[in-house]
């Protein structure tokens, strides 16, 4: 069965940001279309960027500021983390008064640290008396020198400063320590390089230093390849149900770590094959436990695994994803909840979670309005009659057409509940796109 996913969430917002920030006009073909990812553009557009789609192939287009933005405002982040965390270093890499605010949600993310980097580059950053959002920015352009920042939190802190340094007046060197989720730090800087940027330095293990030198983001075209994150609900699903998931675009040459869940899924039993171009899993019988797997690395696909482990034949233990509890929700003690409510055993500690295989009950599914806990439990559905979600629209936020996708690829699968998608809550078409952004599939029975 071969299914083809949207675009990545991760890499649509990075480009749509260095497009903004270029002298000239990009296209980013196959981006996202999200709540996310809609929300992050139409901050970029507040800030002054020039922001098509093309009628006949959905790309869009991006007419560069090439500096930092001379508008001021209110810019509304919505649910995006990725716009609080990144849109303000390239707001005070510009002029004028910008407030970044968001949804109840996003406020009660963390900002702190990154607001102090600002702080300590010069720039007049207040937060509200919590630390996050809304946040204000008084922007005169920023300069350099040398940063020493905890990466413990999020990665997204960093790939922040990283998106906004060439645009400094003087070069910027970062020290980072205790840095989780370092793919998406490879992914920025990738992508980053790919714009013109002149950045050297990399990461080994939690560790790293960067130095990005003054300049101008150059204008590109940039083809965003298919979501990693996504893709681990359907190879999850091959796995649990015996068959064969196909995804293509995603492949050896792949820059997005979260493929490496695959590696995961290798180690319960299931049949793994990365081509250059194409990723495939099979199912291959019962899943096998009794393992310990670190997963800070990949830390958005750990649910996946998780939600499908009281099939395992033994416990599955996940460790290294502490900052997982600072996401959309504490998502350790949000899939230890559910799974208690299935009657699954489930322990957690500060950066793990240990689940017990076991029969799982129909319950309902309390989603916290987090894609990813609705999205991994939609997984488990396939083999468990009578679960259901709470808030199937959450899904929304990056890949409203998921249920449908996840329904027609293993539409033999009955546990699945149709009322899954018949009760998400509807989303608002998006101006010159089709209003479906679901995953166009083609499937077959495995021989």
Partial sequence: MKVVLPGSKSITNRALLLAAAADGHSTLHAPLVSDDTVAFRDALTALGARITTDEQDGAWGVGGIGRGPAVGG??????????????????AAGTGR?????????????????????????????????????????????????????????????SGLLLAAP???????????GLVSRPYIDLTLALMRHFGADVTGDTEDAAGTFTVRPGRYRATALRIEPDASTASYFFAAAAVTGRTVTVPGLGRGSLQGDLRFVDVLRRTGARVDIAEHATTVTGAGPLRGGFTVDMGEISDTFMTLAAIAPLADAPITVRGIGHARLKESDRIEAVAGN???????????PDRITVHPGRVRAAPITCHRDHRIAMAFSVLGLRAPGLTLDDPGCVTKTFPGFHTALRRCFAEHTAYPHEFTASAAPRAAVPGHPEEHGARTTTQRKA
């Fill in 339 to 349: 799974l208690r409510a299935l009657g699954i055993t489930a322990e957690t500690g």
């Fill in 74 to 91: 209110h810019i509304r982040c919505a649910d995006a983390g990725t716009a609080a965390r990144f849109l303000p270093p390239f707001a």
């Fill in 167 to 177: 645009l400094l007046r003087t070069p910027l060197t970062l020290r980072v320590t």
């Fill in 98 to 158: 910008y407030t970044f605010d968001g949804s109840a949600q996003l406020r009660a993310r963390p900002l702190r640290p990154l607001a102090d980097a600002l702080r300590e580059l010069g720039a007049k950053v207040t937060l509200a008396p919590g630390g996050g959002l809304p946040l204000t920015v008084d922007a005169a352009g920023t300069d350099g020198g040398e940063l020493s920042l905890d990466g413990s939190l999020s990665s997204q802190y960093l």
